[in-house]
């Protein structure tokens, strides 16, 4: 590769000096500024020439951006240093991306994942099979799911990293954002450029459903989004959600279907009757699965369709799902007197299928604590739809409470007035009661003194909520 194929494939402009800037070239590592070294390269969203003075020093090979802030574009003319400006970042991190894999890890089979709910309990469970059935695979997935995001170079530097510590990869299990943006606009077609990238033997689509909003307006945009992913798995095994009507519209040259219902179909493992069911055979029942929520069956299946579609031997799927623990903040167990579920349920319909599951646990006659994290600097109607969420889950066994989190959150993640005011707004006029507190820390203590040991308190939401196990540990 040389810097000016790498400037037009990204549609970029160079500026500064027309080669590499590292006396040895470029080494095969897309990374960050602070992290790199002489040789690699760094994508930055901006750069002002204060990053650009720091990337000279640093001798790497050059820097790509999308917004050179302040004097960069004149800094790097001066220093005779290489920066490359594009309007799209998305093609600089696809580009990476590709490069990456094509690199290291060239002989690897390679998995997707996408779609709006559970892509990142899927994605953690296919790798754990996979690892469990003796072969090296890794995942971007982690347990709060920041590495599915594409919009930076940290998966790329995260394989090449792997590669160098631990060897040669039989597997990359890639998480894809089904919505990807930037300062508030849409990267169009995220999903299926980074699909492309990977270039996945297959690929798993969970669901379509409405999150990212202000991204995207309604369930079309998302769909528009993901729709070209199944051409991007191209000649490759699609394993798609049954049971999503949405997703069933998605033209998948080679489909393999999952669903909670029977299916008459040869390309398919369905949940029947307390079993999940793989050409006419039950492989797994209910008391064997790491949880038995619907929405967990869902992944369980999807999951499982990813290995068959891979050719891994149903033993080794069998003993992986057996032997699967769950992502931290996926319905995860932290008390049992009382009974504490913790869910990273963020959009509407993760909380609504959360609840839904905990209320059939829920021992007669008592109560069920649910405590909810406001999305915050999210905007007013992602919470507005989470809150209707949370209306049309009410029951009379549902005891609300609200957490602004002020005490455990950053400034990208503070609650905003009319964030805030959505929910009491909705809530008040369904004549709904909860109770509000701007500490999670006081929002789970109250809970707790007030908690019955045989009720259930149910915890969710995203970042507002992260932190909830450790504060409870101290609480109990």
Known sequence: MNIQDLARDIEGELVGNDEFFSIDGFTGKFTFLNDAHTGDIVIRHWINDTGVKMAFNKNIACLITQTPKDCAIEM?????????????????????????????????RNVVITGTNGK?????????????????????????????????????KLIYDEVEKNGEIDYLVIEISEVQGWLGKIMENHA?????????????????????????????????????????IGDG???LNHDDELVLKLDAENPFYTSMSKLDMGNSVYYDDGSIIYDDKAILNVDELPFNS??????????????????????SIVGGVK???????????????????????HNPDGIKATISETLKLLPENQKLYVACAIRGSRGVEINRLNVEALVESMDDRIKLYLSSSNDVVNELNHVEDDEREVFFDILTKNDINFTHFDSLENCLSEIYRKADKKDIILLIGAQGMDPAESLLKEII
């Open 237 to 239: 095994i699609t394993v």
């Open 76 to 108: 790097a003319e001066k220093l005779n240093f290489p920066l490359i400006i594009t309007d799209k970042i998305q093609l600089a991190n696809a580009y990476a991306l590709s490069h990456t894999i094509n690199k290291v890890s060239p002989f690897s």
């Open 323 to 345: 032997s699967y623990e769950p992502l931290n903040r996926r319905f995860a167990k932290l008390n049992d007197e009382p009974l504490i579920y913790d869910d990273f349920a």
């Open 192 to 232: 299926a450029l980074m699909s492309k990238a990977v270039n996945p033997e297959v690929g798993v689509i969970t669901n379509i459903a409405m999150d990212h909003i202000g991204l995207v307006n309604n369930i079309d945009d998302v769909f528009n989004e993901i729709k070209a992913v199944p051409q991007s």
């Open 120 to 156: 990142s309990t899927t994605s953690h469970l296919i790798t754990h099979i996979l690892n469990y059935a003796g072969y090296h695979a890794f995942t971007n997935t982690d347990s709060e799911s920041e590495f599915n995001t594409l919009i930076d170079p940290m998966v790329s």
């Open 294 to 315: 619907n929405h967990f069956i869902r992944n369980i299946l999807s999951a499982i369709g990813a290995c068959i579609s891979l050719g891994i031997d149903m033993d």
